[in-house]
């Protein structure tokens, strides 16, 4: 019998670096890196999102089994993996496409998320400012920026 996924879409900074954290968790099938959060811009380039031609974040978009690791899991992983008090940067990275997002899939998955936004900012001094959308096209960036840090024999990244 053939088991359910689902998907989840996070932007945390840099994708290369969430990629390779959710791509590593037992229950994830595939963790891709692309872009979300510009439906009016199609099939953007990695040079456009990083102009600010466009308004799409780089973000990871994540199918796994739900019965293996648990959405409430992998929020977790996005919430201790990045800094949710920045605004549009994270770290050296600056800039709108930088942005902590939870792109939403399902009405389950926005309540699990502004749950656990509520719940994670209690353990903050400064205002989250995550933001919890509904989830748009997704478009798969480019082939170089695919398991990037696999490829580069790298676990982390900030160049």
């Known amino acids: 019998m053939e088991q359910k996924t689902e998907k989840a879409t996070f932007g945390a900074g ?19 890196s692309g872009y979300m959060g510009d439906s009016e ?13 466009t ?20 929020l977790e ?3 201790k993996n990045h800094n949710p008090t920045e605004l549009n940067r994270q770290g050296p990275d600056i800039g709108s496409q930088y ?3 939870v792109f939403y899939h399902t009405k389950e998955q926005e309540e699990l998320a502004e749950k656990s ?3 994670h900012q209690k353990s903050l001094s400064k205002k989250i400012v995550t933001q919890i959308l509904p989830a748009q096209n997704f478009y798969k960036a480019e082939e170089y ?4 840090l696999k490829k580069h024999n790298k676990t982390y990244c900030h160049i």
């Open 117 to 119: 936004k509520k719940d």
């Open 14 to 32: 840099c994708f290369w670096q969430v990629q390779y954290i959710f791509s590593e968790l037992k229950g994830v099938i595939k963790a891709e």
């Open 41 to 53: 811009f199609k099939n953007p380039t990695y040079e456009q999102v990083c102009s600010g031609e």
């Open 145 to 148: 920026h695919q398991d990037y």
């Open 55 to 74: 308004n799409h974040a780089e973000v990871v978009q994540v199918v796994f089994y739900p019965k293996k690791v648990s959405y409430n899991s992998l």
């Open 99 to 101: 942005r902590s997002v």
């Open 77 to 79: 992983i996005f919430w």
